[in-house]
């Protein structure tokens, strides 16, 4: 066997993983209700690594726009869904990780009460709520949750603060 093949067979192998990685995200059958436009400060942890990333939820007709972005302001990801498939927004390369952390985040957003429905799949109690073996969500509070992934990726989601008015600062 060639070099050149094999590394067009490991390509290729590589590619029908993450093609089918992403055709299996699970996604509601029909979209949550959600107080939009959301902001939320997540905090991903991965072994020793820890960042700080700002997404924004926005409503744009029938679809959710999820945009992802470093403390800075500099995009990362930017992803709609519509229609029940993820398309991707703006000049971006693919992310397949943030596609990953939109669905699950969109998993946890989910009120309980369409939970079911949409979720037929899941499991729920008072503070935690899971696709085994995938997601597995844990509430502090109601809008303060963690997420751990089945790639030991975890990550911690807060609403970002936005009432700071300098003209009431001390």
């Known amino acids: 066997m060639t070099s ?10 590589f590619l029908c993983v993450l093609l089918n990685g992403c055709s299996s995200l699970p996604l509601p059958k029909h979209t949550p209700t959600l107080a939009l436009p959301m902001q939320l400060h997540v905090q991903r942890e991965h072994a020793d690594q820890r960042q700080d990333w700002l997404l924004v939820i926005q409503q744009e007709d029938a679809a959710l726009r999820w945009s992802l972005m470093d ?19 703006g000049l971006l390369p ?3 990780e943030a596609r990953e952390l939109f669905a699950a985040l969109l998993f946890a957003l989910t009120p309980n009460d369409q939970l079911a429905d949409n979720y037929p799949q899941a499991t729920s109690s008072t503070d935690r709520r899971a696709i085994e073996p995938r997601w597995h969500v844990h509430y502090q509070q109601p809008q303060v949750f963690s997420i751990d992934l089945q790639s030991d990726v975890h990550y ?3 609403p970002l603060d936005t009432s700071f008015n300098p003209e009431t600062a001390p």
Request: charged share 10%; glycine share 8%; proline share 11%.
């Open 4 to 13: 050149e093949y094999r590394i067009f067979a490991a390509l290729g192998v």
């Open 71 to 89: 403390p800075l302001g500099i995009p990362l990801a930017r992803q709609v869904l519509q229609n029940g498939h993820w398309n991707a927004d």
């Open 94 to 96: 693919p992310n397949p």
């Open 156 to 158: 911690t989601i807060s």
